[in-house]
């Protein structure tokens, strides 16, 4: 896909779903979060431990205690995308570039300057913004080995990873593909909220329900043929577990109908060279499609995007990043609509060893349910990542 996607630099939103935030709405979640920054300061708690994995117990309790507090106008913008291409540019988050100070260098570094006195008013309180957002969407989720399974990620280009498929890159193509694709524990949805983008790069969305597959190719890509392996940032742990093959698409209705169609799909991670010459024929098509029905979208700052993980795949155009502070800067969280079903297939998915990280599950003492079967939940991943959040593995 990069011979297209490398050089779509411009923003291209027509067919991607447009809210905004209502004035009042916007001022309310930065007030609300302000004043749940302001009582933590008060308490005698680890605030570096705090900033760093948002995993504070008092600051978990007052999210999930005062997210009802917030005005229904807010809930419903954060609502799932409402349109088949799967995503949403939500606007007006009341948000400035200047007040979070110079991008990071790393997610390290972000999350030691949120913790901070001086830089904590911004950018941890701006974290706090984010799992109330998210809060409203659902249930936000982490992953134990992924930026020491802090709840908001911080993605910004890093010295060094200019070429790796990963957050921390940027001279690279971040090639489309579901956010962990491997784990039946991944995200319904995706929130990214861009708190600089001065350079207008674009986050790539591509819904596989606008693709055109024939009966044959839906049916061949519809059976657990080839699994999905975790990417590098996970390190080598998940080679102890047995590979299980999975579909790339999946419907819970018809074989032959896109409006409620489904996609998990990473070629970097899979297998290919393993499948018959029918097989990879219907994937390459299926690639060739989502490369077609690619939109993009340059976020600004106050602006986040929405996307269906089970229906888009994402990536990012390539840039040149400066590491002078102004770079662009995005944070996201992931979420879990517990009211969504997938496959029954997926409750048999060792997940490759992964864990999550779960404080608001409504369900926390019972196995998350499939149709009829449940899934395994876990508590953390075993593996840790340095390299920052990634958005393509």
């Excluded at 991607?16 to 302001?38: F, K, S, T, V, Y």
């Excluded at 840039?319 to 879990?336: E, M, P, Q």
């Amino acid at each position: 896909m990069k011979s297209v996607l490398a050089e779509r630099m411009t923003l291209h939103t027509p067919n991607i779903e447009q809210r905004e935030l209502p004035a009042a709405a916007g001022r309310d979640i930065r007030l609300l979060a302000a004043e749940i920054c302001g009582d933590l300061e008060t308490k005698e708690c680890d605030a570096e431990h705090r900033a760093r994995t948002l995993a504070d117990p008092e600051l978990l309790e007052q999210v999930d205690r005062r997210v009802t507090e917030l005005p229904a106008d807010l809930r419903l913008a954060m609502r799932p995308p409402a349109t088949a291409a799967g995503a949403t540019i939500i606007s007006k988050l009341p948000l400035t570039d200047e007040e979070c100070g110079p991008t990071p260098p790393s997610w390290r570094d972000a999350a030691r300057w949120s913790g901070e006195p001086m830089r904590r008013a911004s950018s941890f309180e701006l974290d706090i913004v984010m799992l109330l957002l998210a809060r409203c969407a659902g249930e936000p989720f982490g992953w134990a080995g992924q930026q020491d399974g802090r709840l908001v990620n911080n993605i910004v280009p890093s010295p060094g990873h200019e070429h790796e498929q990963s957050g921390a890159s940027s001279k690279t193509l971040l090639s489309p593909h579901s956010e962990d694709a491997f784990h039946p524990d991944r995200a319904n949805l995706l929130l990214l909220a861009c708190v600089r983008n001065p350079d207008r790069v674009a986050t790539t969305v591509s819904s596989v329900r606008h693709t055109v597959l024939s009966a044959t190719q839906r049916e061949l890509l519809s059976v657990p043929t080839l699994p999905i392996l975790p990417d590098v940032s996970y390190g080598s742990s998940h080679e102890r577990y047995t590979p299980t093959p999975i579909p790339t698409l999946w419907s819970a209705e018809s074989h032959y109908s896109t409006a409620d169609l489904t996609v998990r799909y990473d070629p970097a991670y899979t297998p290919l060279v393993q499948a018959d010459a029918e097989f990879r024929s219907a994937y390459a098509h299926l690639t060739a499609e989502l490369e077609r029905v690619c939109l993009t979208a340059a976020l600004a700052p106050g602006q986040m995007l929405l996307v269906d993980n089970d229906v888009v795949v994402h990536g990012r155009v390539p840039f040149t990043a400066r590491y002078d502070g102004t770079d662009r800067w995005l944070k996201r969280v992931n979420v879990r609509l517990p009211e969504r079903l997938r496959r029954r297939g997926e409750a048999d998915e060792n997940g490759y060893g992964q864990r999550i990280v779960a404080p608001f599950r409504s369900d926390r003492t019972a196995p998350l349910t499939i149709g009829t079967e449940p899934t395994r939940a876990g508590a953390g991943r075993d593996t840790a990542d340095d390299r920052g959040p990634v958005e393509h593995s």
